[in-house]
């Protein structure tokens, strides 16, 4: 039985109130053709994507940009750092702390108006004031279109890999898209949602029926798996990249790319195993060229302090879901890594 609690207001009045400036429409398009030249090969740089497992608070997380982007011009000759900016916190059992799109504030209840105005207010600042657009996660294809012209870079999670719409919408993103290995860690059914987010659709979406020319720079992610048993199973090692490049190649999907995250189950959910992970990768690439046309970037989790704390914590730059490497801990992978390439 559903229940009205308030009316939200359409990403359309959304904008209007929140608007993308031509300064910033301008910043975008250049970093959205920079990621996609990574992903089709044409620049040989990798893809950073970096940040906390949520963005929970926009004062930590603005701070957090603002010391990322010193860094992102320090290895740009060899990274591309795209902040990771999730503003919605998928829950295996349903309950607890949502992210910003439900919870703006962690300490108060569900305020689902007054999220989608401080995500995209977030969202917001951190390009015009760091001069970085992020990515997301599209936990929800029907709330996509309120960060829609903001974002370079698109995520679809474990959990949303097998399901027809999140591969649907994909199809007609105008951004590369990542879409994961489902929890079981299928690589042929990725490679399903990779090929159904390539190919032109048509379908209902929100309030119309609409077409998709398919999305070209829709690509893999690696998370690593669980089993029956709850253990986690890693998927970043040397034998599991190159069985993926042979499956791209049977698939004849466009920009084959895969982009390694460093946490979740490949790290048995310890976030600092993540620059040990992140070094075996970068060993890997200089010993085979198939990993190294392969593996785009990375994916890591990292905030201002190390670790995690409840959604009732009062750290700053804290993680209130999954642990993250800290500030100092990141700063130094990131320029170990630009080294090594």
């Not at 992903?39 to 004062?59: H, M, Q, W, Y």
């Not at 609409?210 to 090692?237: C, E, Q």
């Amino acid at each position: 039985m559903f229940q009205a609690v308030s009316k939200i207001l359409s990403p359309q009045e959304v904008k209007e109130k929140l608007p993308l400036s031509a300064a910033m429409q301008t910043v975008k398009a250049e970093r959205d053709a920079a990621v996609k030249a990574i992903l089709s090969g044409a620049d040989s740089r990798k893809l950073f994507i970096v940040g906390p497992c949520s963005a929970d608070n926009e004062t930590a997380v603005l701070d957090y940009v603002g010391r990322l982007a010193g860094i992102a011009e320090q290895v740009k000759d060899k990274l591309l750092i795209v902040p990771r900016i999730y503003t919605n916190k998928p829950r295996t059992r349903g309950e607890g702390y949502k992210g910003m799109f439900h919870n703006p504030n962690p300490h108060k209840g569900t305020d689902i108006q007054a999220g989608i105005l401080a995500i995209r207010h977030m969202h917001l600042r951190v390009l015009s004031e760091s001069g970085l657009s992020a990515a997301d996660e599209m936990l929800y294809p029907d709330n996509f279109p309120y960060l829609e012209d903001v974002l370079s870079y698109v995520a679809v999670g474990a959990r949303s890999s097998e399901n027809q719409q999140h591969r649907l919408v994909a199809s007609g993103i105008d951004v590369p898209v990542g879409i994961k290995n489902p929890m079981f860690g299928s690589l042929a059914v990725m490679l399903n949602s990779i090929y159904a987010a390539q190919i032109a659709n048509e379908f209902k979406y929100n309030d119309h029926q609409v077409k998709t020319t398919g999305n070209p720079f829709a690509h893999a992610v690696l998370r690593g798996s669980v089993d029956v048993y709850g253990n986690n199973i890693p998927n970043y090692h040397y034998e599991d990249i190159i069985k993926l490049y042979d499956m791209y190649g049977k698939e004849g999907l466009k920009n084959p790319a895969v982009i390694i995250d460093t946490n979740h189950s490949n790290s048995n959910k310890n976030p600092f195993e993540q620059v040990r992970i992140v070094k075996e990768i970068l060993a890997n690439l200089r010993v085979c060229d198939k990993a190294n046309m392969l593996v785009k970037g990375f994916l890591t989790e990292s905030y201002i302090e190390d670790g995690n704390q409840s959604p009732d914590g009062e750290v700053y730059g804290k993680s209130i879901t999954d642990g993250c490497l800290g500030w100092a801990r990141t700063e130094r992978l990131l320029l170990d890594t630009a080294a090594a390439l």
